[in-house]
């Protein structure tokens, strides 16, 4: 398979891994918990250093500019490993403190990768097809989180054994995609301009400056307001649906491994059909007020099974063209090749870093009221769209260049 779908494929994993990471983690949060016996601090501690947050966003920082000056491939030599190691340490955890160890360095990789990941996905796609492309991408985001809750749900009776053998399975995936993408080749748009440009640390003052501060400062607030969202869903809804819910370990797996379902599905049926064919507005804007209305739910109503039922159906039938897609696709147009993974890297790395601030307090917030954070988590879904659809409405669909 010597083809663009290939490229897309062997980098689109790093969606697979970032997002199975996290989720593994929501999985085994509750467990964790019981088995060594912290609180809400050192839950606070895990979300923020995990590969959701502050660890990604600084290897996103690093990452995305490595990407520029080597190429894209390049990081693909080692960055896996660095993530292997960090679940080995996740897996063999004796003392909570390997667990956070381990996360920092599997959010290095992650952060790392998906900057060379996204980028060479939109650079080896075909002319007019990067959304599609992007969109693949996206599916592997939420396929990861979907094979780990199923994992989940089919162990949930082996406790602290099942969530290492939820690790497990991303660490081999992890090796197995390290050797294959050893085969790839470089992104045909880097291989021309490289040669000819001289990559160094301006480029990060470069993209303070016209035209690419407006693009920079946008699709940061609007994906990171955003993500402050998908980071509390995806790493702490387990937590949430046990502790606040009620729900048993292996319902709450269950809803969360249909919510994944459901944003797959959007993303193959709604937002790829339709990525690279215009009218992104409409389809923006009815999935930033449709998870703003999942969310209001959880702030109005006490969580009982029917509510969290209506959050997730809500939630996930709109997921897969929202923000996370849409800011994909706009962060590889809004920049020329030398510049792309340099800015998406340090775009990537100012919304992880916000989010571990985030995660950092949230379990605090969570015992002080939760409907208190759903409201918050409203403003900040509100603020997103209003951001997302003042760009989508500046913008037309463009070239990849």
Not at 42 to 70: H, P, Q, R
Not at 100 to 114: C, E, K, M, N
Not at 220 to 225: E, H, K, S, V
Request: hydrophobic fraction near 55%; aromatic fraction near 12%; glycine fraction near 10%.
């Amino acid at each position: 398979m010597k083809s663009p779908w290939r490229t897309t494929l062997l980098a689109g994993s790093a969606s697979y891994l970032d997002a199975g990471s996290i989720v593994a983690g929501a999985v085994g949060l509750p467990l964790w918990t019981e088995h060594f016996g912290f609180g809400t601090t050192f839950v606070g501690l895990i979300g923020a250093f995990s590969s959701n947050a502050i660890s990604a966003g600084v290897g996103a920082l690093a990452g995305g500019w490595l990407c520029d000056k080597l190429g894209r491939r390049r990081v693909y030599q080692w960055d896996l490993l660095l993530y292997a190691f960090g679940l080995l340490c996740i897996i063999f955890a004796t003392e909570p403190w390997m667990l956070v160890f381990g996360y920092v360095f599997t959010g290095l990789a992650v952060g790392v990768d998906v900057p060379a990941s996204w980028t060479l996905i939109a650079e080896a796609a075909p002319k007019g097809a990067h959304g599609r492309h992007g969109a693949t991408a996206q599916i592997m985001w939420l396929t990861g989180p979907l094979v780990v809750l199923l994992l989940g749900l089919a162990l949930a009776d082996t406790g602290l054994l099942g969530v290492r053998l939820i690790f497990a399975h991303l660490l081999v995936l992890s090796l197995i995609v390290w050797y294959l993408r050893r085969g790839l080749r470089e992104s045909p748009l880097w291989e021309e301009q490289a040669p000819h440009a001289h990559i160094t640390l301006a480029n990060f003052k470069l993209l303070t400056t016209k035209p690419f501060l407006k693009p920079l400062v946008m699709l940061t607030a609007m994906y990171g307001l955003w993500n402050l969202h998908a980071g509390t869903s995806g790493f702490y809804l387990p937590y949430i649906l046990t502790t606040v819910g009620a729900q048993t370990q292996a319902a709450s797996v269950a809803l969360n491994a249909l919510l994944f379902v459901l944003g797959g599905l959007s993303v193959w049926l709604v937002f790829m059909p339709r990525a690279d064919r215009g009218a992104r507005t409409p389809l923006f804007a009815t999935a930033a007020v449709a998870q703003i209305a999942a969310v209001l739910l959880l702030a109005v109503f006490p969580l009982t099974t029917g509510v969290a039922v209506a959050y997730v159906l809500l939630s996930g039938a709109c997921g897969g063209f929202g923000q996370q897609q849409f800011f994909q696709l706009w962060s590889a147009e809004a920049f020329p090749t030398l510049l792309r993974a340099t800015a998406l890297g340090l775009m990537f790395a100012i919304v992880r870093i916000a989010l571990g601030g985030w995660s950092l307090f949230l379990p605090t917030f969570l015992d002080a009221g939760f409907h208190g954070v759903a409201w918050t988590l409203i403003a900040f879904l509100s603020a997103s769209a209003l951001v997302g659809l003042a760009y989508a409405r500046r913008v037309a669909s463009r070239s990849v260049r």
